[in-house]
């Protein structure tokens, strides 16, 4: 987190909208624990994102709670400050600090959570808390009620209702306000520079491991926090691989790679995929394939528009991919037969895209009621159609071990769509021609 990221009009007015839509009772939301990698080493720390799109703060052992109805307030309880664990571990806000920069009504000692909540919770109608997400909570959570529910003979009653404070978050997050479109065009700019440095880095004779050491230099150069997910950095028929991290083989002249990575920037995601030659050009077959990925992922995105369904996309580069399949061999039949009967997902097995924001798979629903969500202004999803032909004894010599996805990140606006990822090059000549200046400049 970056002074210039944080907000705390924009997160207490989240807080606000969330005590509204509540209509009523007190909301308990925790932040992400601290995870051992092994012995006493921890994996960098990564706060909840539901916790951290209400407050922006930072720290481990925090809890958000929420009390609505005519006067809300918001709560803070975290760690307290402690000289000597800072000088260890780094500086801690402690309980008064916190409330002043973050702009909390009140704040407390993380060590007083439970005593206080059964105190809030009396004479509530509900508790909002993430149900389900961890038994632990769910025990503590059952704690409070009974302690609340002891109180009985002397006038005090407990919640009725337990709600999943989750749904509510959702829904405000699946639209993105100007601040969080700032920092996510932002992260997009410095992935985009990072895919084309590791474009340029290619050889044959290199590792995958040498690509993937690209990305991850030009992101934290620029001021990235993390990875936003593993990069994938897979060289020829690792690209048939959906989800390939091993990272670890040789790159050969005359293969694809497919490249899938994006950095996090202030919590943010972003996420793109690229696939270029290792050498200085597309082969005749990894052309065609290319191509036929990157119109289908073009008549994805001349879908994304306000009042769209979310399943437009998908349709559309399905169709032309499934056409596709028809003209290289791959499949054989009519197209509506390929379609109705889902012949094409021997090759094209995943959907074309996911919401994007605090998460990669960001949160929302994509059907309410049965139907495919409609699209509005400031969603943010990915497109990102591909076609992955392994080898078999049915499939053209000259396909097999292709892989092929593009992806880019889209913002949904008022009048059709923003690629906030299009500084990412992806047109063949494009790519040829950053291939090209890249062995000019290592001669």
């Known amino acids: 987190m ?22 009523g009772g ?68 402690g309980p008064q600090a916190a409330r002043e920069r973050f702009g909390f009504d009140e704040s407390y000692p993380i060590s007083d959570l439970d005593t206080k909540i059964a105190d809030l919770l009396g004479d509530q109608p509900a508790l909002h808390y993430p149900v389900g997400a961890d038994p632990a909570w769910d025990a503590r959570a059952m704690g409070w009620l009974n302690a609340v529910r002891a109180k009985a003979r002397a006038g005090t009653s407990a919640p009725e209702r337990v709600h999943d404070v989750r749904a509510l978050i959702d829904e405000m997050r699946l639209v993105k306000d100007a601040h969080e479109l700032d920092v996510m065009r ?22 995958e491991y040498e690509l993937e050491a690209e990305l991850l230099h030009e992101f934290r150069r620029s001021g990235a926090e993390f990875p936003a997910y593993w990069p994938i950095v897979a060289g020829g028929a690792n690209a048939c691989v959906l989800h390939y991290v091993s990272n670890d083989a040789m790159l050969r002249d005359g293969d694809l790679v497919l490249i899938d990575a994006g950095c996090e920037l202030a919590g943010y995601a972003s996420d793109i995929t690229r696939c270029f030659p290792v050498g200085a050009r597309f082969s005749g077959a990894q052309r065609e394939v290319y191509e036929l990925v990157l119109a289908a992922q073009a008549a994805a995105i001349a879908t994304v528009r306000a009042g769209s369904g979310w399943n437009e996309p998908h349709d559309a580069a399905v169709r032309v991919l499934a056409r596709g399949m028809l003209d290289l061999k791959l499949l054989s039949g009519t197209l509506d037969a390929a379609l109705e009967k889902e012949t094409y997902k021997r090759f094209y097995m995943h959907r074309t895209g996911h919401w994007l924001g605090l998460d990669v798979h960001d949160a929302g629903d994509y059907k309410r009621a049965g139907k495919w969500r409609t699209l509005a202004p400031g969603m943010v999803l990915t497109v990102e159609p591909g076609l992955y032909i392994r080898a078999a004894d049915d499939v053209p010599e000259r396909l097999r071990g292709i892989g092929v996805r593009i992806e880019d990140d889209v913002l949904v606006t008022g009048n059709g769509c923003e690629v906030i990822t299009a500084a990412t090059p992806k047109r063949i000549a494009d790519i040829e021609a950053l291939k090209r200046e890249a062995i000019r400049n290592a001669g």
């Open 2 to 23: 970056k002074p210039n990221d944080l907000d705390p009009v924009q997160h207490g007015a989240r807080r606000a909208r969330l005590a509204q839509a509540m209509q």
């Open 186 to 207: 932002r992260a997009a700019a410095i992935s985009a520079v990072a895919h084309q440095r590791a474009m340029q880095a290619a050889r044959p004779g290199r590792y």
């Open 26 to 93: 007190v909301a308990v939301i925790p932040t992400a624990p601290e995870r051992i990698r092994n012995r006493d080493t921890h994996y960098p720390y990564r706060f909840d994102s539901h916790f951290y799109y209400l407050t922006g703060f930072p720290e481990p052992e925090a809890v958000l709670v929420i009390v609505a109805g005519a006067q809300p307030k918001s709560l803070l309880f975290c760690r307290v400050k402690d000289e000597e664990r800072e000088t260890w571990d780094g500086f801690r806000f």
